[in-house]
């Protein structure tokens, strides 16, 4: 990983993990440092300069915002399995109660790497042993029925938090259809979705026409209609669920404090969506 000059789709979770490094005080994840590397560092002093600067602040308001809301319903809704579809490097079960069990799901390679380096720091004390299984797929191939099972054999009948975050914008719509129909199958009544997707509208912002300029040079996709974008009105149109909160990063920056820097034009602004399975 990170050894091309080529950046891949996957490896943005490392990208990621150095926004959410930037600002501690803000995303609350203490050990995003960890997967930091000189590659990194050079793609995230790049993407900043030519698509946006304030991406640093949405990636640690997204985690600040999941990771509140997570613990929230631990509290409230008496949650006890975390499920993290397309995981990446996140860091979440290092973050929230011991407790708490931990179902991370993201592609084999990504998941492997994964695996090992936690298991290394975990030795060197870095970070605290938790209740954590990774569950490797491929979604190229017919995973459902598969993976229900791998996660039905951990879960058992206890109550969800499913999160889904950096993945559907390199989705198209029947694969995010399924994946649903999927955490439908999964969950009880009470049970939480949390989403992060972009609105329509994102396509038509300097920052968008930055992204995807920033794409054609480092990845294969570069077409606007190569990336997915959801409006509101398909959360709140899901079979079984109702939304039950729904924010962005202006919203958010509110909420926190944060003091937002740029024209809205150059931001990527990414809207986070709860849904609560409703009873039958």
């Not at 995807?212 to 190569?226: C, I, M, P, Q, R």
Request: some cysteine; proline content about 2%.
């Amino acid at each position: 990983m990170l050894r091309s000059d080529h950046i891949e789709i996957h490896e943005t979770a490392f990208v990621t993990s150095a926004f959410r490094a930037t600002d501690v005080s803000l995303s609350r994840d203490h050990f995003a440092y960890l997967w930091n590397n000189p590659k990194t560092e050079k793609w995230v002093e790049e993407y900043l300069t030519k698509v946006s600067s304030e991406e640093t602040f949405t990636h640690c308001l997204r985690n600040r915002y999941f990771l509140d809301k997570i613990k929230e319903n631990v509290i409230k809704n008496g949650i006890e399995v975390l499920i993290n579809f397309g995981a990446g490097f996140s860091m979440y079960p290092f973050l929230l109660d011991p407790k708490i069990i931990h179902i991370e799901i993201d592609k084999p390679e990504i998941v492997g790497y994964k695996k090992n380096k936690i298991e290394q720091w975990q030795k060197e004390d870095i970070i605290p042993k938790r209740n954590l299984h990774f569950v490797g797929v491929d979604f190229s191939t017919a995973y459902k029925e598969g993976l229900l099972a791998a996660i039905n054999s951990i879960k058992n009948k206890k109550k969800s938090f499913i999160l889904i975050e950096g993945v559907l914008f390199f989705l198209d719509r029947e694969e995010t259809d399924s994946l649903f129909q999927l955490f439908n199958l999964l969950q009880d009544t009470g049970d939480i979705i949390g989403s992060a997707s972009f609105r329509d509208n994102l396509k038509q912002t300097l920052a968008f026409e930055r992204l995807l300029d920033f794409f054609g040079e480092k990845v294969s996709k570069t077409k606007a209609s190569d990336y997915q974008t959801i409006q509101d009105s398909y959360y709140r149109e899901i079979s079984g669920y109702s939304l039950v909160d729904h924010q962005d990063y202006f919203s958010l920056s509110k909420t926190y404090d944060h003091k937002i820097s740029l024209q809205k034009e150059l931001i990527l602004n990414e809207n986070f969506y709860l849904l609560q399975k409703m009873k039958p």
